[in-house]
């Protein structure tokens, strides 16, 4: 297998993965250091604010901010105020428009993404919203789409299903999620029922194969920090040594 094909599959940059076929050990993925301090963010309130006063100019605001401690790149400017012209429909080297176009305002909270969407439905406590805020977010997401709207009561209602062991309501939901032209759930009903037996026993007997599932991934673990080389023997010391 080619590096492009391990890029492609593994979702990752072919510089990546020449970096870690160099390796001789395993390099774990680290996160990035300054997640949440961009290097446009200290300097937002001074862009909206000379943007909303009409200068559009990348290259003006960019020496503006270069004078007061901004030490990032033209290009990371440039694609900050590209997002600010679409917010105000301007095309990408419309400089003046005759209509008067509404202000930027900075957002009072992170934008939402697939992944925080999915911590909102699933009623995480860290989400970082309150309880009230999380149920008008839920609202005004159902309120955008007919399938959307769906998808999120259909989860909401698995998740319910779960976690107060409503095994009477198990077969409701399977059909209606079965039946959903939302293929995903369609698909996970299918999967359902096909091990049916073992998900109608995971609500009603308090015995979970939890414990045995996590032995397992952390013998997987260990193979593969040996890169599948490592025998019986090595392998049966290593995982009793970490009981």
């Excluded at 390796?23 to 997640?35: A, I, L, Q, Y």
């Excluded at 290009?75 to 600010?84: E, G, I, K, V």
């Amino acid at each position: 297998m080619n590096a492009g094909v391990i890029a492609q599959r593994l979702g990752i940059s072919r510089t990546t993965v020449f970096r870690n076929l160099r390796n001789p050990t395993f390099v774990e993925r680290r996160g990035r250091s300054d997640k949440g301090r961009g290097l446009v963010k200290p300097y937002q309130d001074y862009i909206i604010k000379r943007w909303n006063e009409g200068c559009r100019e990348t290259k003006i605001i960019f020496e503006e901010i270069k004078q007061q401690g901004y030490v990032g790149s033209y290009a990371t400017l440039t694609r900050y105020t590209a997002r600010l012209r679409e917010c105000q429909g301007l095309k990408k080297r419309q400089r003046l428009s005759t209509v008067r176009l509404p202000k930027i305002v900075k957002p009072s909270r992170k934008p939402l993404t697939p992944y925080s969407v999915t911590w909102l439905i699933l009623g995480s406590s860290d989400s970082g919203v309150s309880e009230s805020e999380r149920e008008e977010l839920v609202v005004s997401l159902k309120a955008q789409s007919p399938s959307l709207r769906e998808g999120i009561e259909l989860a909401e209602n698995f998740i319910s299903l779960i976690r107060q062991r409503q095994q009477e309501e198990l077969d409701t939901w399977l059909t209606v999620a079965y039946n959903s032209i939302l293929s995903p759930f369609h698909r996970f009903a299918k999967s359902l029922l096909e091990d049916y037996n073992a998900v109608k026993a995971a609500l009603t007997t308090p015995w979970s194969n939890g414990p045995v599932e996590g032995q397992i991934n952390r013998l997987k673990m260990l193979k593969r920090q040996m890169y599948g080389r490592a025998k019986l023997d090595l392998l049966t010391r290593r995982f009793l040594l970490q009981i």
